[in-house]
């Protein structure tokens, strides 16, 4: 009997430990899979024209006709985007804000001026307690509530926009974040739809350069790097 009972407690620890395993191994999974889900995918423009664009194209757009003022519009968007290791794991985290103002100057085929501001306070991801760690320790929102980007160099094309085509151009501005600039460059889509146009892109960012920590709690870290994304809607002002 007490062999038996060597046997079977042995039998039991061994199934601890195995449980134990596969939950260290499937928790990190579970939580990817099933609590965060998967990531939005990064923003992109809709190459679509509007119902009241002509069909052949002709809208697109002489560069007098889009010369002017736009400005940021309802549906735009912006936040971050990062890579969180949790034992091992690579979880992709995705934060938004629609809180996002600002305008644009064209002058013929040309973007001259841009300045585009965040409301850093107001984004936010599945986990409430990663937005109070993100707004309060990593950005300090309290002093500085805002994220901006200001064009830095005038964009040029080299042919007028097409309602419902998109165009793919580099733009080089300052982006500053927790107080601190950068110039980064950003590769943009772009698309005009007749009336009004979408602006998406991802900038790759190395958070100690602008004097933010990224967490590391042993079983769970954030990657160095990530991306600041921006979809915006225009329309003319």
Do not use: H
């Not at 091992?88 to 300045?115: F, I, K, M, P």
């Not at 982006?175 to 979408?198: M, Y």
């Amino acid at each position: 009997m007490q062999k038996r009972t060597k046997i079977l407690t042995a039998s039991i620890v061994a199934g601890v430990l195995v449980l134990g395993a596969t939950a260290a191994i499937a928790g990190p999974i579970i939580y990817r899979d099933l609590i965060v889900g998967e990531a939005d995918a990064a923003p992109s423009v809709t190459a679509a024209p509007s119902a009241s664009a002509p069909g052949d194209g002709s809208a697109s757009a002489e560069a007098g006709d889009l010369s002017g003022t736009w400005a940021v519009g309802a549906g735009s968007f912006a936040g971050y985007r990062v890579d969180e290791v949790l034992n091992g794991t690579d979880v992709t985290v995705v934060g938004r804000t629609e809180q996002v103002t600002g305008t644009l100057e064209v002058e013929g085929l040309s973007l001259t001026a841009a300045e585009i501001t965040v409301d850093v306070a107001s984004i936010e991801t599945d986990s409430g307690n990663r937005d109070d760690y993100f707004r309060d320790t990593a950005m300090r929102v309290d002093e500085f509530p805002t994220a901006t980007f200001v064009l830095t160099e005038a964009v040029t094309t080299s042919t007028a926009p097409v309602a419902g085509e998109v165009q793919t151009v580099q733009a080089t501005g300052e982006l500053t974040l927790a107080g601190t600039t950068r110039e980064v460059t950003v590769e943009l889509e772009a698309v005009f739809d007749g009336e009004g146009g979408q602006v998406a892109g991802s900038i790759p960012v190395t958070f100690a350069d602008f004097g933010v920590e990224a967490p590391n709690l042993g079983f769970v870290s954030v990657e160095p790097d990530g991306f600041v994304e921006i979809s915006l809607r225009v329309e003319r002002e």
